[in-house]
């Protein structure tokens, strides 16, 4: 009996220990738990008890040769007193004892509370519609500040409501091991036409939660982000191809405010501007402006350039000050149309500009990437383009979105590669791929030294238009 009792607390530890671990794993208490706490704090008790006056001597004596199974309890004891404490820190938690559980929201979340002005409304969505433990937590929500309401949703009860507020994520979730039922839902803060969601996954929705979604709501962080005009750029107005319409809903559903501006009618970049963007300017902004936006970036703003292939405006002086190099030493061909492949061919190798090569025809693909002066160019392969009819056009024979994606995506690594100056280059290889039977093959090409734009002693010397026929090569 003796040697049991000086187990029993190592019992008794091992039990509290695995509730007050689920309760921080989970953040989640149940009877179960408070089950197995009471039973490992009796079984520690009852250990202790038995043992009372074996520790009771122990703590008296000087001398460390007390017995190992006092020296555990007490080390128990301690351990319990470190756990309770460091649970007490990562929850926060205050342990309130009055019957309807008033005042038992955190410090943090009544501050915040205090600071509603404007009405916030909490739609919870849980299966089965109202859900206790979330009930209990909104109506101290609502009791604190009145502009607070909530109201519970069975999203399978009324679907336009869930679908209205994008709601996905409700359950219930069964823990085939520890038994412990969850029902979860979603949360949506709605105020002044904005909205704020929480969805836990498999989890409870905790006061922190609901606290973090109100804080982003009643104190909105927008940052405004202004787009030049003038030179042509970008509009964020128009909703032709060219336009920047979506680009600025996208934005302003992401909580950022879209303005036009204007460096010739404003005196300087407004301060509130967190980033300036420059849209594809046709023509180059005037020097007063660059000094408008110089001394913008002096003050620590952001710029967003985004630069169309000459004749377009480059910005290239003012953005060298700032350490930007634009570069015109790369070109990516996916017109894949013969008279075009031919003319950017010879043009590269004469201007000496790296080309990166895509074509796509139904299912197959290839890439390569053309070096000038490091391997071959297009025509050391294909000295002349097929004649008229000899290969379908892509307008004749069609194309797969999907096989366009894969070959961008091949061709966009290459950009890459090149641009950073890493070796690995399609350089003297041609890779071919077929999506019916997913196989890519590699092809090794050779310079020829009597290509016409890259051999030796070149016929080509300047780029020219060859006259095609409209039968072929009008594809895409
Ligand atoms: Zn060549």
Redesign the pocket.
Known sequence: MGKFLGKLDLFGMIVLIAALGLYSYRGVWTVYQTAAAAAGGAMILAAIVAKRREIAAALKRRSTLFSLNSFISVLIILGILSLINFLGYRHNKRFDMTAEKLHSLSDQTLKVLDQIQVPVKAWAFYPGGEYKPAKDLLIEYRARNKKFEFEFVDPDKQPQVAKKYNVRVYGRFNNPFTRISVVYGTVVLESDGRTEKIEKQDEEVREEDITNALLRIIKPESKVIYFLTGHGEKSIDESEAEGYSMVKEGLEQERYQVKSLSLVREQKVPDDCAVLVVAGPATEPFPEELDKINQYLERGGSLFALLDPPPAAGLRDFLLKWSVEVGDDLILDGTDNFPTRFLVNDAC?LAKKTLVHGAILRFDGQVTTIAPGDG??Y??VFPEPPPPGAVPSCSQAGILGAVAGIIGSIMAAEAVKAVLNLPGLLKGRILSMNALDMSFREVNIR??PN?A???DNPAITRPFDMEFSCEIGDGG
């Open positions: 190798v071959p160019c025509r050391c310079r020829d290509c734009v890259c051999g």
